[in-house]
C-alpha cells in the first residue's frame, strides 16, 4: 500500500468537531492501516511471533512503523488541495 499523506493536524483542535483539511476545508476521512497484523496501531503478539517466536511472547506488542502507531491517517478526498499539489505534508 501507498502511504497517505496525513493533511491534518490534531482534529480535536478543530473547532466545530471537524476533522477538516487545514489547507482547503474539505472534511477528511479516516484510512485504517492495513499493515499485516495492525490492530489499532499496534502489532499484536501472535504476529509477532510468527517473526521470531523466541523473542516475542503472545502478550507483547509494538507499535505499528507504518502508522506509527496510530491506526491510520486523515485524509482529505480533495483533488484540488493545494497540499496535494506540493507534495503534502505530515501532521
Known amino acids: 500500500m501507498t502511504v497517505p499523506t496525513t493533511l491534518a493536524g490534531?482534529?480535536?483542535?478543530?473547532?466545530?468537531g471537524g476533522p477538516y483539511?487545514?489547507?482547503?476545508?474539505?472534511?477528511l476521512e479516516w484510512i485504517q492501516c492495513d499493515a499485516i497484523g495492525?490492530?489499532?496501531g499496534y502489532i499484536m503478539g501472535e504476529t509477532l511471533?510468527?517473526?521470531d517466536p523466541l523473542w516475542y511472547s503472545p502478550?507483547?506488542?509494538?507499535?505499528?512503523?507504518?502508522?506509527?502507531g496510530k491506526g491510520g491517517w486523515l485524509w482529505c478526498s480533495n483533488q484540488d488541495c493545494p497540499?496535494?499539489?506540493?507534495?503534502g505534508h505530515d501532521a
Open 10 to 16: 490534531n482534529p480535536d483542535d478543530t473547532p466545530g
Open 83 to 87: 497540499a496535494k499539489k506540493e507534495g
Open 59 to 68: 502478550d507483547d506488542m509494538e507499535p505499528c512503523t507504518q502508522c506509527d
Open 38 to 40: 495492525c490492530e489499532d
Open 21 to 27: 483539511c487545514p489547507d482547503c476545508g474539505q472534511e
Open 49 to 51: 511471533m510468527e517473526e
